[in-house]
């Protein structure tokens, strides 16, 4: 039985339909266990959520994130940036204007000042008076819901490593957290800063597998649309020992399809819903 079965399997046994699959999994587990040995634990297809439920919610938002866990994604992506008075908050952008009421360069304003703004109107208007969430503020849910999380790193620097590895560990959760990098350089600060937290690299291109993998960043990121250029980038990644991840778009049944036949470890998606129900009509046609 190949992985991509396996994988698919497991998503389905995890979904609404998970009961129906139930004695069906029981039955096969002997199998699996011989066919795999101690690779059965690793045939599960991890679920990203991206900005939390952006599709359903205001991305990078405690609803969102609230919501993406209701869901059942497996991981919740975030992105940090350092407001003017040192303290780590959410947002995706650099500037205000896309996502708030605000306007300008994020990193310019107070926490304080930030908390202020309107995060959710522009979403729509039951979105009224979200508002953009301080590092601590999710690490606080993450710790009481048992959330993983993966950390977008909007900027570079020991001070700023510092200081994500400082509020992790404050709340203990060092092992619940993925650490995003973007260099080969940033992932040996956090190797030393969170030795207990995995790593994903967020490669700006493909050329830098290799590098990253030697670095010992346990996930590595590519794009669909770069395995759309060249395939062979997802038997590059396999070949290092590390685990892959694909980024998607909405997880509608045709990107789905593609995504999958590339056995990947891990999806980030933007429509976490849309992507279940894509890969359980997939599972249902196996």
Same mark, same amino acid.
């Given at each position: 039985m190949s992985s991509y079965i396996l994988k698919l399997q497991t998503l389905v046994f995890r979904s609404s339909i998970k009961l129906a699959f139930a004695s069906f999994?029981? *039955? $096969?587990?002997?199998? $699996? +266990? *011989?066919?795999?040995?101690? &690779?059965?634990? &690793?045939?599960?297809?991890? *679920?990203v959520a991206h900005r939390g439920a952006m599709e359903e919610r205001p991305e990078n938002t405690m609803a969102a994130f609230k919501r993406a866990h209701e869901l059942g994604a497996d991981i919740v992506e975030i992105d940090l940036y350092t407001s003017s008075d040192g303290h780590l908050f959410i947002l995706h952008d650099s500037t205000l204007d896309r996502t708030t009421d605000g306007k300008g360069e994020a990193a310019e304003y107070t926490l304080e000042e930030l908390q202020a703004l309107d995060a959710g109107s522009w979403f729509g208007p039951e979105y009224a008076g979200e508002r953009i969430p301080s590092f601590r503020e999710v690490l606080e849910w993450a710790a009481e819901e048992d959330v993983v999380l993966l950390l977008d790193l909007k900027e570079s620097g020991w001070e700023f490593a510092e200081n994500v590895a400082d509020d992790v560990q404050s709340y203990g959760i060092e092992e619940n957290m993925v650490v995003g990098v973007r260099s080969p350089e940033q992932a040996g600060e956090f190797r030393e800063l969170l030795p207990n937290s995995r790593q994903l690299a967020f490669m700006g291109s493909p050329d830098d597998i290799e590098a990253y993998a030697e670095a010992g960043v346990d996930v590595l990121r590519l794009w669909l649309r770069w395995l759309d250029e060249d395939p062979s980038l997802a038997n590059r990644v396999k070949a290092t020992g590390r685990k892959? +991840?694909?980024n998607g778009t909405l997880g509608e049944l045709e990107e789905a399809r593609k995504i999958m036949n590339f056995e990947p470890d891990w999806i980030l998606i933007d429509d976490v819903a849309q992507l279940m129900r894509s890969l359980e009509k997939i599972a249902e046609s196996e």
């Open positions: 999994l029981l *039955i $096969l587990t002997p199998f $699996l +266990m *011989i066919s795999c040995g101690d &690779e059965e634990a &690793e045939q599960d297809v991890k *679920i892959l +991840m694909i």
